[in-house]
């Protein structure tokens, strides 16, 4: 499962894009940046395949967002097998793992 929040530090706010394992409830895959790009959760996704090396027909979930539809971002995930779910539109329910995971990592930083 795959999303994006931001988080404030001293030089400004931050991107973090996180990629959730939701069988074993760990965090596989972040990176953060200054601007929200589809680079970034590319950045997040390689460290997850990199680190799970997950079997082909995986479900990767995330909401909406532009940079989950880009292109270069939908080719990765073909290119390891991964099956591309999304959010129903307006639904935030659907991404509600990582929102919870979101809202503790605010809550202790």
Known sequence: MADLTYVATQE????LAGIK???TCEIVGY???ERMTKELKGKALFMALRSQR????????SDRGSQYCAYDYRVIQEQFGLKTSMSRKGNCY???PMESFWGTLKMRA
């Open 54 to 61: 997950p079997p082909a027909g995986l479900i990767h979930h």
């Open 21 to 23: 394992d939701v069988y």
């Open 12 to 15: 400004g706010w931050l991107y």
């Open 31 to 33: 990176a953060m940046g």
């Open 94 to 96: 659907d991404n509600a």
